[in-house]
């Protein structure tokens, strides 16, 4: 009987890190970004992977402590999110506000809703939803 090899999975040093610079101000704009869309500290918290009350709590201040890939993961789709929205609502009010509404799209579920499921991969549908419908496929 003969085996497959099995290829080795190659780095991608192509693809772009998100600095510990650049990791805060993501913080920074996350926390303002949730204001914006009226989010409650435990919503916040589960978008942000679970993230802790106390770390949310001091996020809110401005002190933001050490943010694994993960958590740079999610603020990068969330900011995705956001940018798509902007695109495809030209009041940024109307924007925030859709984040609430139930929409067909998702089975009379809202986005927040999709959202809060609590998933990595949760956020990532949505900002391909999202892309999809301001025609970037």
């Known amino acids: 009987m003969q085996f497959a090899t099995v290829q080795p999975i ?3 040093p192509d693809l772009p890190v998100i600095t510990d610079e650049e990791a805060a101000a993501l913080a920074r704009a996350t926390v303002n970004l949730f204001r914006a869309w009226g989010l409650t500290d435990a ?3 589960t978008l942000l992977g679970d993230m802790a009350q106390r770390t949310w709590a001091r996020w809110k201040t ?3 402590g050490r943010i694994d890939r993960d958590l740079r993961a999610r603020m990068a789709i969330l900011m995705g999110v956001h940018k798509a929205l ?3 609502f030209t009041e940024p009010a109307r924007g925030y506000a ?3 509404k139930s929409s067909e799209a998702f089975g009379g579920r809202s986005a927040l ?3 809060l499921r609590g998933e990595i991969t949760d956020l990532i549908d949505l900002r391909a ?3 999809a419908e ?3 496929w």
């Open 129 to 131: 939803y999202l892309d």
């Open 113 to 115: 809703d999709v959202m």
């Open 134 to 136: 301001r025609g970037a």
């Open 98 to 100: 859709w984040i609430r």
């Open 10 to 12: 190659i780095a991608r």
């Open 43 to 45: 919503e916040a918290r």
């Open 62 to 64: 401005g002190d933001i």
């Open 86 to 88: 902007r695109h495809l």
